[in-house]
């Protein structure tokens, strides 16, 4: 087979190639995937639409098979297969898919459970009032253009003639040919009241529009968290909007078994199977990545949705819900792409532009409308007056007619000697008898009249803008009242974001350090209080050659920090502190903070809020001391910060949160304690990078070992001394100081040994004295280990070297003066020693459960 060389065109393939696919692109852009602005609809649906209004299917005629709908489609106007078709006009009649469905279903529709419907010839659909209301009406009055269909047999609509921002209303989504366009559904009187502000104030913006149009309304309801992405998508026409379902924690009575907690979801977001949702919480459940759940089952019927979580009884209801938000589809981003067609072209537009276009063709749909009545009545008008010549010469155009050899002869003379048109000689021509009786008459002089009147009015309307926007006005106003409905997503006001902390109950907690950096975390009631002078329990397996050295009570949204001996602070979340069960050693802290091998971490802190009236009480090993505000603490870095300049040999070893009205005690280990106050005058506020001042004069062969704070209320109350008389003020407790509620100093030695001693025994003194004695000993071995200011009500945990750990009540250790060896506290093995003290915090409120609380009420 061979081929003529005049038949071969000789082309680039690059432009080829380029050009073939741009027209497909442009092909798909404009006839598949994105819709027009002016009337929401892809062509599909369009097409759907006005084949449904051809066949009769308005609201108050029968329900027809959707099979001879999607036949009419296929045969006329869109050449694709019919599961296309079908599945667009499914979703026209979700009610869960479409804010304000525009096709009625009966049948089998689907569900939100992603259940298939019916096939096409078992449904049967019709129109919405709302789409021959809003959408079809006046099509038939050039409000718009039609074109050829894809066989030249048929006529279709380029846009149909919608009467409200249809693409805002329900929205859209599809994906094209290197772009898409994911549009929220919104409320239509929203919509419309939006609409008529432009009306009346053109140069309105796009955050002035908010003020009406709140945000998105989906038609599954549910919750927008923060108006960040709604901002976002209508200024500058993308943004990312958090929604939430909605739940609640409800208590659910059990036959014969205790009442149990259970959250309860009735809304979901937009778009979210819940099948599939109540499965991935089962599958996540199972896998263990959920924890607190006994139980999913699916509550829903025709009255509403309703999914039952079920929770076992030692789980915090609002962390498993609020893990439900992080880690499942009940919480989740819809990305807001503002882009549809206008003119033919895609363009991503704000909220303004998208009403802007809507009335613009609005503006212009009214025009034409008008222009067609205005045409219309005027050809009416020129008939009538053509009636009213012959019945004004009624006699002479009788003559006339039966004189005429025929018709076309009458017609020529009526129009020559009338000067008629040949349009009015017509009319005559074929006008009935009974038309000629007096009555008649004057119906065609009435009808001229009001003609004349609708005429001047069409053409006024023409002439003024205003009027086109009144009726713009009037027309949206009546369809608010028809078909507007109720708000169905709340907007939520908070940014709603959720954070860790949200996401773990804020217990109370202990975090061990052990002399090797070893680090773990455990559930303060991992230990019971336990009676004075037991051994306890085991609280880490520690080596041989290991001890703990930092022992720390907290709370689990607590921030920890941690000094260093070279004075440096790093910060880590409470929670992020890995646990561990009694036994376990922890992790090393080098995994956790990046500190070097011979960086070694000499004192934590737990801190709930950097507040600007707190400070941050810094002591060194050679007994230096300063102050410096928390506030400047509130932000460290992952390499850590500078908190204290350290001279040459020196280290930080005790960091304390103190008030400027507080007092500070601290005991050597000799048992020596000196009292002084935090203000000003004794320890005016340093920045981070100062070295301090010296705090207290040691004797031969003592060291510091333990430093507290005295609230300002008890400091208030105690007398300023200026000499430092170890004797004076050292008499035996009397009656009342045995039974004072607090607070105490809290003594404990090494060997176990504790006892308590009012306050008030240790008299304010000057900065670097070398204060009062605390306590005696009872073997040479024995030192100080700890002293700290409780309460009566307080709890302390005791540790030993070998991680033997024991919490008991503070009220268990008797009071005695300041002289006194103090009772035995905790019973120790050989060779074993107190390594540590700490307080439990009090019990932290569960704000969360009260809230939730408070909103199922």
């Known amino acids: 087979m061979t081929f003529s060389s005049e038949r071969i065109i000789p082309t680039d393939l690059r432009n080829e190639m380029s050009r073939s696919y741009l027209e497909y692109a442009m092909s798909v852009i404009v006839g598949r995937a994105l819709p027009d602005a002016k009337d929401g609809l892809k062509p599909v649906h369009r097409r759907i639409l ?81 789409t021959t209301n809003a959408l079809l009406r006046d099509i038939e009055s050039e409000t718009v253009d039609f074109v050829d269909n894809f066989d030249g047999s048929q006529q279709e609509p380029v846009v149909l003639p919608a009467r409200i921002p249809q693409l805002l209303l329900n929205g859209a989504s599809g994906i094209a040919v290197g772009m898409a366009t994911n549009i ?23 955050p002035g529009l908010r003020e009406f149009i709140k945000g998105p309304d989906f038609p599954t309801g549910g919750q927008i968290l923060g108006v960040s992405g709604i901002r976002d998508a209508y200024i500058t026409g993308r943004g990312s909007i958090t929604m939430r379902g909605v739940a609640q924690i409800e208590t659910i009575e059990q036959r014969g078994r205790p009442d149990r907690d259970a959250i309860i979801i009735t809304e979901l977001p937009f778009q979210t199977n819940k099948a599939a949702l109540i499965e991935k919480i089962a599958e996540m459940v199972n896998d263990k990545r959920l924890e607190g759940i006994s139980d999913i089952r699916d509550e829903s019927d025709r009255s509403g949705m309703r999914i039952v979580v079920e929770l076992r009884r030692d789980s915090n209801p609002r962390v498993v819900l609020n893990n439900l938000y992080k880690q499942t589809p009940l919480q989740m981003n819809f990305g807001a792409n503002m882009l549809a067609l206008v003119d033919g072209e895609p363009q991503l537009l704000t909220l303004k532009q998208f009403l802007q276009v809507f009335l613009d063709f609005r503006i212009e749909a009214i025009t034409r409308r008008t222009q067609y009545e205005l045409r219309k009545a005027q050809e009416r008008d020129h008939l009538l007056q053509g009636l009213l010549i012959a019945l004004e010469n009624l006699d002479a155009v009788i003559r006339l007619i039966r004189a005429a050899a025929d018709s076309a002869t009458a017609k020529a003379q009526l129009v020559e000697q009338f000067g008629l048109s040949e349009v009015q000689a017509d009319a005559i021509l074929q006008m009935q008898l009974r038309r000629l009786t007096a009555l ?126 070279r004075g440096v602070v790093y910060s880590v979340p409470a929670y992020q502190i890995p646990a561990g069960s009694r036994t376990a050693r922890g992790v090393p802290i080098v995994q956790m903070l990046p500190i070097s091998r011979d960086e070694k971490i000499t004192s934590m802190v737990s801190v709930s809020e950097f507040t600007e009236d707190e400070y941050l009480v810094m002591l060194t090993r050679n007994g230096y001391i300063k102050k410096t505000a928390l506030s400047a603490f509130s932000k460290i870095r ?158 302390l945990m005791l540790i030993t070297n070998r991680g033997i750990m024991i919490r008991q009540a503070v009220n268990a250790i008797p009071p005695q003066s300041r002289t006194a060896t103090g009772v035995r506290v905790q019973r120790l093995d050989e060779d074993d020693a107190i390594a540590a003290v700490a307080l439990v915090p009090p019990a932290a409120e569960d704000e969360e459960e009260e809230e939730s609380a408070a909103e199922t009420e």
């Open 638 to 795: 992952a390499n850590g910060l500078i908190a204290i300049s350290l001279a040459e040999g020196d280290q930080l070893r005790w960091v304390r949160l103190a008030r400027e009205e507080d007092s500070i005690i601290i005991g050597s280990r000799q048992g020596m304690a000196i009292h002084f106050k935090a203000d000003r005058q004794q320890l005016r506020p340093l920045g981070r990078s100062t070295r301090g001042v010296k705090s207290m004069k040691l004797r031969k062969n003592d060291e510091i070992i333990s430093m507290d704070v005295i609230s300002a209320q008890v400091t208030a109350s105690i007398a300023t001394a200026a000499d430092e008389d170890d004797d004076e003020n050292n008499e035996d407790l009397n009656s009342e100081e045995l039974i004072t509620p607090g607070p105490w100093v809290l003594a404990i030695t090494t060997g176990g040994y504790g006892k308590r001693v009012p306050v008030t025994k240790f008299r304010l003194q000057n900065r670097a004295g070398k204060g009062l004695t605390a306590t005696k000993f009872r073997g040479k071995e024995d030192r100080l280990v700890a002293l700290h200011v409780v309460h009566q009500d307080d709890e």
């Open 50 to 130: 006005y084949a449904m209004y051809e066949l009769g299917l308005t609201p108050e005629r029968p329900f027809r098979k959707c099979a001879r709908v999607v036949g009419e489609v296929l045969g006329k106007y869109h050449p694709h297969g019919d599961s296309a078709v079908y599945d667009a006009l499914v979703r026209m009649a979700q009610s869960f898919s479409m804010r304000d469905p525009l096709i009625a279903g009966h049948g089998n529709f689907g569900s939100v459970d992603n259940d298939p419907p019916a096939a096409m010839r078992y449904t049967e659909c019709r129109l919405q009032s709302l």
């Open 184 to 206: 929220p559904p919104h409320n239509l009187g929203e919509l419309i009241e939006g609409a008529i502000a432009l009306i009346h104030n053109p140069e309105i913006s796009d």
């Open 440 to 565: 008649e008459a004057e119906k065609i002089l009435a009808e001229h009249e009001e003609l004349l009147l609708k005429i001047a009015d069409l053409q006024d309307i023409l002439a003024k803008r205003e009027r086109i926007e009144a009726i713009i006005e009037s027309e949206v106003t009546e369809i608010k009242e028809t078909h507007a409905t109720p708000r169905r997503t709340a907007i939520v006001p908070d940014e709603g974001e959720i954070l860790d902390t949200d996401l773990i109950a804020n217990a109370q907690a202990i975090v061990l350090l052990t002399e090797q950096g070893y680090i773990k975390r455990m559930p303060v009631d991992t230990f019971g209080a336990q009676s004075r002078a037991t051994r306890g329990k085991a609280a880490a397996k520690i080596k041989e050659d290991d001890g703990v050295e930092h022992f720390l009570s907290c709370c689990d949204h607590d921030h920890v920090l941690f000094f260093s001996d």
